[in-house]
């Protein structure tokens, strides 16, 4: 028989809030040592709620919760402080984290490394520094995270170190592959990489501009793929705002 449990003040963040019945709030949360968390906060919509000016997104939280079933009861979240205000593009880039975290992890799941990344992250972000590699690098640690090898140093097979002047390509669920091997119909239009990108990418390195330009069409294609398809709505409205 499942037993009630309970935790306090553990490091987590809001993600996602909806309306649950007349006055409260399911809180999506995510947190460092449990993962991907659905809360239930009574009361929250009330204009007296201890908690209500508190569950905001991107802030850090000290969250406390109780249950035994997969939906448990917030029973207390603080403020850390320290964090300052998203804005802009930055708010935008935000929300888009926050939702290739509820479409892609698991419920329940610790998983305290990419907790950590996410942090440092949102720090960056509210800060003002370059979207794009900070994104870059999120979405690769997430892939990673989740396990699904991205091994981009190694040709998959021969076990070869990716040389820096080579040209590959990287097939869904095998590899990196050398472009002049046999590549069928894995291969898609403009999915060609260089040694140079990839072994930048494997490094974390996203100053050169050609190597950010090559790892936005690979994560592009690597999370449709692990999506299964779906459209992000943060992703619409990011590119709606660049297209204008």
Avoid at 6 to 23: A, C, K
Avoid at 68 to 75: A, M
């Amino acid at each position: 028989m499942n037993t009630r449990q309970r935790f306090d003040d553990q490091p987590g963040f809001v993600l996602h809030t909806y309306p649950w019945r007349e006055t409260s709030l399911i809180v999506e949360t995510f947190t460092r040592d449990h993962g991907r968390l659905p809360l239930m906060a009574k009361g929250a919509r009330r204009p007296g709620s201890a908690v209500r000016g508190v569950l905001m997104a991107f802030q850090p939280l000290a969250v406390s919760w109780s249950g035994k079933s997969e939906l448990k009861t917030l029973t207390g979240a603080y403020w850390q402080g320290g964090q300052a205000l998203l804005g802009g593009i930055g708010l935008l880039c935000g929300y888009y984290l926050n939702e290739l975290l509820l479409r892609l992890l698991p419920r329940e799941d610790a998983h305290p490394i990419l907790f950590d990344r996410y942090a440092q992250t949102i720090r960056a972000l509210a800060e003002g520094r370059q979207t794009a590699p900070l994104l870059r690098s999120f979405e690769l640690a997430l892939l990673q995270e989740l396990g699904y090898g991205l091994t981009l140093d190694v040709v998959a097979g021969s076990g070869e170190i990716v040389q820096e002047g080579g040209n590959y390509y990287f097939i869904v669920e095998r590899g990196v592959l050398e472009a002049d091997g046999e590549m069928g119909d894995s291969a898609t239009p403009g999915s060609a990489l260089t040694g140079r990108a990839l072994l930048a990418m494997a490094h974390d390195d996203f100053s050169d501009a050609d190597t950010l330009a090559q790892a936005k069409g690979l994560m592009r294609r690597l999370l449709q793929h692990y999506l299964g398809g779906q459209q992000l709505e943060s992703r619409r409205i990011l590119i709606e705002l660049q297209e204008l």
